[in-house]
Nanobody
Framework: VQLQASGGGLVQAGGSLRISCAAS????????MAWFRQVQGKEREFVAA????????DYANSVKGRFTISRDNAKNTGYLQMDSLRPEDTAVYYC???????????????????WGQGTLVTVSS
């Protein structure tokens, strides 16, 4: 599975942005999709994850209520809608996927086999 993240950019604090993750390759497999983010010099952190059927999602506490993860399986694409953005949301956002992730491991980067190249989101104050 190859993942291509897009949609990052510069936005003012309080604004919104939607980033996308297009999957190609063995997309017939039922896989979990997730978003992580990383600031230079810091560890990569979990943002959100969504199961194949879209019915189960998980969010980091720092984004809960502001970010929404979704997916369109017909288009093999996942999305992260980010609202009420804050300067501390500035990071490179990576999408990740894996065929089998149990719910208790959704927030672990080590549970994901496939990674996109990252898209930069910058929130100005």
């Amino acid at each position: 599975v190859q993942l291509q993240a897009s949609g990052g950019g510069l936005v003012q604090a309080g604004g919104s942005l939607r980033i996308s993750c297009a999957a190609s390759g063995r997309t017939s497999s039922r896989f979990v999709m997730a978003w992580f983010r990383q600031v230079q010099g810091k560890e990569r952190e979990f943002v959100a994850a969504i199961m194949f059927n879209g019915g189960t999602t998980d969010y980091a506490n720092s984004v809960k209520g502001r970010f929404t993860i979704s997916r369109d399986n017909a288009k093999n694409t996942g999305y992260l809608q980010m609202d009420s953005l804050r300067p501390e949301d500035t990071a490179v956002y990576y999408c990740a996927a894996s065929q089998s992730v149990i719910r208790s491991n959704l927030a672990s980067q080590f549970a994901y086999a496939y990674w996109g190249q990252g898209t930069l989101v910058t929130v100005s104050s």
